[in-house]
């Protein structure tokens, strides 16, 4: 595929008009990484991608809906790439988001499996076979919480049985290893050998519920002292 910079996004049929929350994002990076056109050479099919770095990685901003079968389409013709999702667009849904975080499973620093994710996370994102990375921090009406003003959410297109795998990266950090063409160390391993991520996480997720289950036999080991009563 060949790429250069364009400003006319009129000729794209995935163009929509840009928000300014669009626009705060695209602004981290170099002016020379947006709004660049990709180019299939077997099809001729053109289509113009936010962010494309100069590491080859596709950064795709999305705030509004957008139809199941144009995410595919896209996903299917950019490949190398991410989405950024506005978590806040359905206030119903970041609502859920808010009251189900405490509940998630964590298997390490910043590491969570998400049971029935449906009941969790944005549902149009879901069947995403790409990373989708949820911005929660636009809405500043929540709590005022810090941690999802300074952090996004990386959803994994993984299931472990009826889970979903979710990272909490700090935005400077999503944002910095973009630009030097990295990634956090559990998507950079991801992206790097699937199969092999998903063994590593197997065996861990095994190990963290074979030391629950020994702490909760140990537990009920314990042997139960009972106070005597004073008798008058």
Not at 78 to 106: C, P
Not at 131 to 141: A, L, N, Y
């Amino acid at each position: 595929m060949h790429h250069w910079a364009h400003r006319n996004k009129m000729c794209d049929p995935w163009w929509e008009p840009e928000t300014e929350w669009h626009r705060s994002w695209k602004g981290n990076f170099p002016v020379e990484w947006q709004e660049i056109i990709l180019n299939d050479e077997l099809t001729g099919e053109k289509h113009i991608a936010d962010v494309r770095t100069a590491h080859g990685m596709v950064i795709e901003f999305q705030h509004s809906r957008i139809d199941p079968l144009e995410r595919v389409s896209r996903e299917n013709f950019y490949g190398n790439m991410v989405w950024v999702a506005d978590g806040t667009r359905l206030k119903r849904e970041h609502q859920r988001f808010i009251d189900s975080k405490d509940h998630f499973f964590q298997i390490n620093a910043g590491s969570f499996l998400v049971s029935n994710p449906e009941h969790s996370l944005p549902a149009a994102w879901l069947g995403s076979p790409v990373p989708v990375i949820f911005d929660f921090k636009s809405d500043q009406t929540f709590y005022g919480s810090t941690e999802l003003k300074e952090h996004v959410f990386c959803l994994f297109p993984i299931r472990i049985g009826t889970s979903a795998l979710l990272e909490k990266i700090p935005v400077k950090s999503f944002i910095a290893d973009a630009l030097n063409g990295r990634s956090s160390l559990r998507l950079r391993s991801f992206l790097n050998n699937k199969d092999q991520f998903m063994r590593d996480l197997q065996n861990q997720i095994t190990m963290l519920r074979r030391m629950q289950q020994r702490q909760t036999m140990a537990n009920f080991s314990r042997p139960v002292t009972y106070k005597r009563r004073r008798r008058y």
